[in-house]
Nanobody
Framework: QVPLAEFGGGLVQVGGSLSLSCAAS????????MGWFRQAPGKEREFVAS????????RYSDSLKGRFTIARDNNQNTVYLQMNSLKPEDTAVYYC????????????????????WGQGTQVTVSS
């Protein structure tokens, strides 16, 4: 298990932007593929975006592609999620998660692939 912590959530107006970050303590994130997921009230947790260990490969939810960008800085041991043109339906708790993998260029979609998770950060988009 790798302790993860998400930062950057908050309240933003429709059309605004937020940047989330996910940091780890005690272990380097460069050893893991990373992902962002979200869970809206009354809904199941869903995939948002993922990034390979190297940062060279990314995957996005089709519905979010073009508005959200995932990135990582392995020197800073941090993963980011830039969210633009936010909509009320983006309101959710956002989680980062890590997946152990032998492949440097694999980015994973399935939640079952992720072994450890952060506690989440609330993002609220007001109309």
């Amino acid at each position: 298990q790798v302790p993860l912590a998400e930062f950057g959530g908050g309240l933003v107006q429709v059309g605004g932007s937020l940047s989330l970050s996910c940091a780890a303590s005690g272990r380097t994130l460069s050893s893991y593929a990373m992902g962002w997921f979200r869970q809206a009230p009354g809904k199941e947790r869903e995939f948002v975006a993922s990034i390979s260990k190297s940062g060279g490969s990314t995957r996005y939810s089709d519905s979010l592609k073009g508005r959200f960008t995932i990135a990582r800085d392995n020197n800073q041991n941090t993963v980011y999620l830039q969210m633009n043109s936010l909509k009320p339906e983006d309101t959710a708790v956002y989680y980062c998660a890590g997946a152990a993998t032998d492949y440097s260029e694999q980015a994973y979609y399935s939640q079952s692939r992720y072994a450890f998770w952060g506690q989440g950060t609330q993002v609220t988009v007001s109309s």
